[in-house]
Each structure stands twice: as structure tokens, then as C-alpha cells.
């Protein structure tokens, strides 16, 4: 499956600093989307990349794309308490359903 | 900003009863999906509904589940004869045309089975 699986499960900053997560993914894609999903709550979408690109930003998000290396970041930068969450990347290719891992859990610490 | 919104926010039913759950996807979208939720687990993918049909659908949608897109604007999930392994949350997506939209999200309904 084109599985997409982050690491770390669980990550603790303090408020102000960066926050990266990462992805791995199994199988060819057309693109790969992040998603946060705050406790209790829907997904917020908050990035798609494409296949083609390797690196995007949106704020204070900046994703990259290794597709040699079936991998992915996320880079929350100057993390605020808000910023509290978990975070998913999710793979798709052609009209397929989106394929979730399981998540980074964020906290940020005022 | 249009949303997705999804009704009940929390449903709890009998083991062995049927439930419903209700989605309204943003208008101008042409593919909806459900998914679910396990407590602490990944979000799984339920089905695909395109052109109103199902165009895929995962080993988790058996028999015992159906969608219907009744009326142009409503999106239903319907369990038959759940089990106490339906409790999750129950998310609905819409995206527009186009395999680089990105699915937009309901805040999900909350199944109980007792």
C-alpha cells in the first residue's frame, strides 16, 4: 500500500522553537497532503505537494518532497501553543483515496 | 468559507440497530469519501462516491454498509446491524474536480455501539 507513516509519534517543543515532522511513504505517488487534526475535531487540510515539486510553503509551514526517497517534512516554524495537535500526511495518486499514517502527536508549551 | 458539516455529532446506538449518518459536502464538489476513526488510530478510508456511484471502496465497507447521495446535497452513510467494532468517528470529505484538489473534511460524527 502506498502507506504514508510519520515519525516521531510524539514530539514537545517549547513555544517559539521549530517543530519537523516526517513522512515515509511505500509506493509511487501524485501527490502528498498534510493534514491537522486538532483533538475531538475534522482534519484541517493544510498543504498539498506535488510530485514534481520539492518544496512549498504556506506561512509558516514549509513541506518538502523526496519522492527518491518516498519521503516528506513538515516544518512548523516559531511553534505557538495553537499550533497544538496531531498531524497526519496522507498520499494519493490519480483519483485514490487518500492513505493516512498514523500521526504526529504535537504539543507546544507556553 | 464553505465547510463540510456532518450531522449528528454523536451518535450512540444499540448493537444490532441501524444509524445514519448524515453529511452535507461543499456544493461546487464532485467526489465525496467517508472515513473512519479509531480511538488512537490511523484514519482509515470507507468509500468513494463519484457521479453517484461508488467508485471504491475499501475490505471495511461490507454488506452491512450503504451510501446515498439522495437529493444533490446530502451524503449518507448507512451501517445495518452494527457491531460494538463500529464505534469510531466517522468522517465525510468532498474535493472538487481535478486529482490535485485536496479533500475537505467534516468535524466528524462520534458512533457509539453498546
Known amino acids: 500500500s502506498q502507506q504514508g507513516e510519520e515519525d516521531p509519534q510524539a514530539l514537545s517543543i517549547q513555544e517559539g522553537e521549530n517543530a519537523t515532522m516526517n513522512c515515509s511513504y511505500k509506493t509511487s505517488i501524485n501527490n502528498l497532503q498534510w493534514y491537522r487534526q486538532n483533538s475531538g475535531r475534522g482534519l484541517v487540510h493544510l498543504i498539498l505537494?506535488?510530485?514534481?515539486?520539492r518544496e512549498k510553503h504556506s506561512g509558516r509551514l514549509r513541506v518538502t518532497l523526496d519522492t527518491s526517497k518516498k519521503s516528506s517534512s513538515l516544518l512548523i516554524t516559531a511553534s505557538r501553543a495553537a499550533d497544538t495537535a496531531s498531524y497526519f500526511c496522507?498520499?494519493?495518486?490519480?483519483?485514490?483515496?487518500?492513505?493516512f499514517g498514523k500521526g504526529t502527536r504535537l504539543s507546544v508549551i507556553a | 468559507e464553505p465547510e463540510v458539516t456532518q450531522t449528528p455529532s454523536h451518535q450512540v446506538t444499540q448493537m444490532g440497530q441501524e444509524v445514519i449518518l448524515r453529511c452535507v459536502p461543499i456544493s461546487n464538489h464532485l467526489y465525496f469519501y467517508w472515513y473512519r476513526q479509531i480511538l488512537g488510530q490511523k484514519v482509515e478510508f470507507l468509500v468513494s462516491f463519484y457521479n453517484n456511484e461508488i467508485s471504491e471502496k475499501s475490505e471495511i465497507f461490507d454488506d452491512r454498509f450503504s451510501v446515498e447521495r439522495p437529493d444533490g446535497s446530502n451524503f449518507t452513510l448507512k451501517i445495518r446491524s452494527t457491531k460494538l467494532e463500529d464505534s469510531a468517528m466517522y468522517f465525510c470529505?468532498?474535493?472538487?474536480?481535478?486529482?490535485?484538489?485536496?479533500?475537505?473534511f467534516g468535524d466528524g460524527t462520534r458512533l457509539s455501539i453498546l
Open positions: 505537494i506535488r510530485s514534481n515539486e
Open positions: 470529505a468532498s474535493r472538487r474536480n481535478g486529482q490535485l484538489q485536496p479533500q475537505h
Open positions: 496522507a498520499t494519493a495518486s490519480g483519483n485514490t483515496p487518500l492513505v
